[in-house]
Structures are given as structure tokens and as C-alpha cells.
């Protein structure tokens, strides 16, 4: 499971010109399922972002409050996209993203588990599956990458740029005909 959460002054998302959810002061989730996820990754992944501190505290102390601790909302996006892998051609492979129904289940779960954790009413889901405009006022701006797998959830913070790939050679013309038959999108992710 991977999540992206923005600390957000506020956000609201949007289908088909219908407002769904909006909070104010709090952290936007764009959360993906991968297809080895279980609910021991949901679980997890669930309690780090109520218990992840991104506010200071009265005294000016940097990163010593949670979304918690603020009494701050939480609005949930799902976004099979944070899966993508973009390493080879200029079109994004979406195989490490779980398929419709497993990713429907298991995003649900993440869902109910932060309203159960948390308090049910500050916490908000866009739809899923839908094609959403997703709108945020971006708080500092601060925003976190977690990946979990098996249970365990890391903090990716990449401080140094990534160094010049060297050159390669270009594909000839029947490895770029192979690789663009590679992939197709499963019909239930277009739904």
C-alpha cells in the first residue's frame, strides 16, 4: 500500500460538478492498494497517517503534532496511479496496482479503519473509481510519501537529487513494437 499525505489548510473533491466531501485544517490521502496488500498493510498503514506529525507544536517546536493531536479532519482519496511504474517508455505500467475488486475491498477497509481509530465524523472518503477533482490548499506545503509492505510502513525522503543516468542505447524498432503490445488497462480500472 502506498499513501501521499498533504497537510492541507483545507481540500474537497469534486464528481461531475457534485461536491462530495470537504474538510478543512487536516491531511488529504491519496492512498493506492498493490495486489500483495492484506489488511495487516491497511491496518498499519491507517495508524501512521493519524499518528504521523506534521504541525508544531504551541511552542514552535517543528513536527510534534498529528492530525490527531490538532483535532484536524482527514479526507481519503483513492489513486491506483501512485503505482505506476514509469522506469521503461513514456507510458505509465499500472501492474503494481491491485485490480478493481481486491483494491476496492481493501481501500475500504483503510477507510474505515482511520474512522474507527479516529473520530468518524473528521474523517472523509472521495469515490472510488470515479474520476474526481480533487482540490487542496497546501499547508506549508508539506507532503509525505509512506510505502508499506508487509505490515511495515517507511518514510521515503529523498534529500540528495538522483545522480545523471548514463545514455543508452536506443531500442530498436522491434523491442519498442514488444513493448508497447506489454500493456493494457484492466476494464475495471476505467470504470
Known amino acids: 500500500m502506498k499513501a501521499i499525505l ?31 496488500d492484506t489488511l495487516s498493510e491497511v491496518e498499519s498503514m491507517a495508524s501512521k497517517v493519524l499518528k504521523l506529525r506534521m504541525w508544531p507544536d504551541e511552542a514552535g517546536g517543528t513536527w510534534k503534532r498529528s492530525v490527531v493531536d490538532i483535532a484536524g479532519e482527514v479526507l481519503c482519496v483513492s489513486q491506483f496511479t501512485l503505482l505506476a511504474q514509469t522506469k521503461k517508455g513514456s507510458k505509465p505500467d499500472f501492474h503494481g496496482a491491485a485490480g478493481g475488486d481486491k483494491a476496492r475491498e481493501l481501500y475500504n ?41 508487509d505490515g511495515e510502513v517507511t518514510l521515503e525522503i529523498q534529500t540528495n537529487p538522483p545522480k545523471k543516468a548514463e545514455a543508452k542505447p536506443d531500442p530498436s524498432k522491434d523491442e519498442k513494437e514488444e513493448a508497447s503490445k506489454g500493456f493494457e488497462m484492466p476494464a475495471e480500472l476505467l470504470e
Open 6 to 36: 498533504q497537510r492541507v489548510a483545507s481540500a474537497s473533491v469534486t464528481v461531475d460538478t457534485h461536491l462530495v466531501s470537504s474538510i478543512g485544517k487536516g491531511v488529504l490521502v491519496f492512498a493506492a492498494v498493490a495486489p500483495d
Open 109 to 149: 477497509l483503510f477507510v474505515d479503519k482511520v474512522k474507527e481509530i479516529y473520530q468518524h465524523e473528521k474523517v472523509k472518503n472521495g469515490v472510488f473509481q470515479a474520476m474526481m477533482q480533487v482540490e487542496l490548499v497546501n499547508d506549508g506545503p508539506v507532503g509525505v510519501d509512506y510505502r508499506c509492505d
